[in-house]
């Protein structure tokens, strides 16, 4: 007597003579094929495949009623490129199910995927050129190419032929299936210019193939320059208040500014801010003033400080607002006497001098440079505590400038005096305060 187990041994299957999977692939997807001789009766099949003999995947379904040999195929999608795969197929009828022969392909290898290119951290003379890259299952090194705007042409074979080529780097992007952040910083940029970039990746060893290129984007690295400042006008001003307002350029570079407040042109009051950006357009400060004197004149101007040194606004003033009382008095006092005072007579020539001005004056690194107005012939000599004495000669009635140099780096407040000897006539003197901020 059989068993059980004989009786399925002796019992042929159904579905024969199914041939091993064989697939023609591409980057993502594939397509699978195998054959199968049926039986007569209603045959269903279907394609099992994955990254290993456990396979974890499969396509749909399908049913013949042929009772000749049957040639199958089915397409398969969301592959990973440059990646082995097994396949079988899997046919079954009424009487069970057969199993086809492990066969084995690999997807084909795509070239990496660029997305996200930045430029940031852009100084006057470096920048930080960032991406990020998919490397597609492959090895991939990539590299930056960089030139200046007007020697970038973009129909050309190579539009960067006349610009920079970073060192390839291996490695830094990987072999796997996801995306990698990259950077690399650039040197000696020109100051002022505008460049163009692209991230150049690749995955193959052959030239031309496996190459991606990100698109074309730009920068632009700030001068070398103070910022530019204007004092505006004062507004809204009454008896105990005003505000007052200017414009700064921060030139491309973080920026402070503080406004110089005081009842003369020496001020004597600082009151500082902090730009929100470092762009390189004019950005409108404002301050309101409060606990003022009424009736008096008030003068101010606007400063600015970045990296590359200190600019001064012109000084402007205002006079707040008040009510004068006034006391008549008699036309005779009583009880004094009115004195007796002999005029000169004849021409009397007028020997007062006009006098100097400061014209204006700015602060970059250690040096003060000031302008001064002269009315004539004569030495002009300025000092002030810190600060090298440096003396020009006019030779007429003109605007001379004088530099003096900190002799000690560091932040420096300090009153410059300016003291004009005329060929003919009497000296005269004005004061004016500098800052150095670093």
């Known amino acids: 007597m059989t068993t059980s187990a004989e009786e399925e041994a002796a019992t042929p299957s159904a579905v024969t003579g199914v041939t091993p999977c064989a697939a023609q692939a591409q980057g993502e997807t594939a397509t699978l094929g195998a054959s199968f001789e049926p039986a007569g009766t209603l045959t269903e099949y279907r394609f099992q495949y994955g990254t290993s003999t456990s396979y974890g995947s499969e396509t749909k379904v399908q049913k013949s009623e042929s009772a000749s040999p049957v040639l199958v195929s089915q397409a398969i999608v969301g592959l990973e490129p440059n990646r082995a795969y097994d396949c079988r197929l899997v046919a079954s009828d009424a009487e069970g199910v057969t199993d086809g022969a492990n066969g084995t392909f690999t997807t084909k290898a795509l070239p990496p995927k660029i997305v996200s290119e930045l430029a940031t951290n852009v100084e006057s003379t470096s920048a930080q050129l960032q991406a990020t890259i998919d490397p597609e299952n492959s090895p991939t090194t990539y590299y930056m190419e960089y030139v200046q705007a007007a020697r970038y042409h973009p129909a050309a074979v190579d539009p960067y032929e006349e610009g920079v080529k970073t060192p390839a780097l291996e490695g830094a992007v990987g072999s796997d299936l996801g995306y990698h952040a990259v950077a690399q910083v650039l040197e000696g940029l020109m100051p002022g210019t505008t460049y163009d970039f692209r991230v150049v990746a690749s995955n193959s060893p052959e030239p ?15 001068g070398v320059n103070a910022p530019v400042v204007g004092t505006g006008a004062a507004s809204a001003v ?80 205002f006079t707040t607002p008040g009510t004068a009382y006034s006391l008549t008095l008699p036309l005779t006092a009583p009880l004094l006497t009115t004195p007796s005072i002999a005029f000169p007579t004849g021409s009397q020539a007028n020997t007062q001098s006009p006098a100097i001005e400061v014209v204006s004056h700015k602060v970059k690194g250690r040096t003060a440079t000031i302008k001064v107005g002269v009315p004539s012939a004569g030495k002009v000599t300025a000092s002030g505590k810190g600060l090298t004495t440096a003396s020009k000669t006019a030779k007429g009635q003109e605007d001379v400038t004088i530099k003096l140099t ?33």
């Open 208 to 222: 031309g193939t496996g190459t991606s290129y990100g698109e074309d984007q730009t920068f632009t690295t700030p």
């Open 238 to 317: 009454s008896e105990t208040g005003a505000t007052l307002s200017g414009t700064v350029d921060p030139e491309g570079y973080a920026t402070s500014y503080f406004f110089e407040v005081g009842t003369s042109a020496g001020y004597g009051t600082d009151i500082s801010g902090t730009l929100s950006g470092s762009g390189t357009e004019a950005q409108s400060v404002t301050l309101a003033l409060a606990n003022l004197a009424p009736l008096t004149t008030y003068h101010y101007r606007l400063s600015a400080t970045n990296a590359n040194g200190t600019s001064y606004g012109a000084d402007q003033a």
């Open 406 to 438: 900190q002799k000690k780096a560091g932040k420096l407040k300090t009153s410059v005096k300016v003291v004009f000897t005329p060929t003919h006539g009497k000296k005269q003197s004005k004061s004016v305060t500098v800052h150095f901020r670093k």
